[in-house]
């Protein structure tokens, strides 16, 4: 199984960035997919997850700007992120897993991560 984090960059505060993260190895319609993020010096966070029939979490930090969406044709999910702020910064990280709604923001209920995109936010 792989999974290909892409669309990393720097963008200025306000900005946009659109990630994406492609999946092979895996019945990609079977998996729930989420994004999570690491700052420097901080511990991994988790961003949004969106499950196999398309219905999400987000972060309270990214509701309303962050949307998650997924391809399943094209076995790949996608992160847009608009009115980008400089906490934002961290590089983030694609994973698969089957996770249990109960557990469903935790990084430990996805079997699958990709290599991680970095996406910095300057003020």
């Known amino acids: 199984v792989q999974l290909q984090a892409s669309g990393g960059g720097l963008v200025q505060a306000g900005g946009s960035l659109g990630l994406s993260c492609a999946a092979s190895?895996?019945?990609?319609?079977?998996?729930?997919m989420a994004w999570f993020r690491q700052a420097p010096g901080k511990e991994r966070e988790f961003v949004v997850a969106i499950r196999w029939n398309r219905s999400t979490n987000y972060a309270d930090s990214v509701k309303g700007r962050f949307t998650v969406s997924r391809d399943n044709a094209k076995n790949t999910v996608y992160l847009q992120m608009n009115s980008l702020k400089p906490g934002d910064t961290a590089v983030y990280y694609c994973?698969?897993?089957?996770?249990?709604?109960?557990?469903?923001?935790?990084?430990?209920?996805?079997?699958?991560w990709g290599q991680g995109t970095l996406v910095t936010v300057s003020s």
């Open positions: 994973a698969a897993g089957r996770p249990i709604t109960s557990a469903i923001t935790e990084g430990r209920s996805y079997y699958y």
């Open positions: 190895g895996l019945t990609f319609s079977n998996y729930g």
